[in-house]
């Protein structure tokens, strides 16, 4: 079960403030030990914001957008080539970018041509 950082607080402060353990287990329903464990993160700053980092990619996805403008019909290899990585990043690069590299091809209509057992006889 999570806490919140102002339970936590107020569970170590109350504490602090003289009471004992018993009082504390009563009051707030914690044990010793989580006391303990509490006290040194928030001395430590462990329960500080964190804020969320951006991996460095690398692949820049701009880049990437820019050269598949430049050059749609350029294999995954040639991408890769230029942005120094595998093909395979390179295509989930573009699958995160919601950028397809399938092409539909064209219908393509064969008339069947004639041979000799196909030839009616007469």
């Known amino acids: ?15 602090d403030e003289g009471h004992t ?3 504390l287990r009563e009051a707030f329903g914690i044990p010793d030990v989580t006391y303990y464990d509490w006290k040194e993160k928030l001395k430590n700053g462990h329960f500080n914001a964190k804020t969320k980092r951006e991996r460095r990619r ?15 019909d350029a294999f995954l290899r040639e991408y890769a ?4 990585c595998t093909p395979t990043a390179v295509f989930y690069a573009l699958e ?7 092409k539909k091809p064209s219908p393509i209509t064969k008339k069947a041509k004639p041979n000799a057992l196909s030839i009616p006889r007469e």
Do not use: W
């Open 58 to 72: 690398k692949i820049d996805k701009e880049a990437l957008k820019q050269a598949v403008a430049d050059n749609p």
């Open 81 to 84: 080539e230029q942005f120094d």
């Open 96 to 102: 995160s970018l919601g950028i397809t590299r399938k």
């Open 21 to 23: 353990f018993g009082q």
């Open 1 to 15: 079960m999570a806490y919140s950082i102002d339970f936590i607080r107020r569970a170590v402060a109350y504490k």
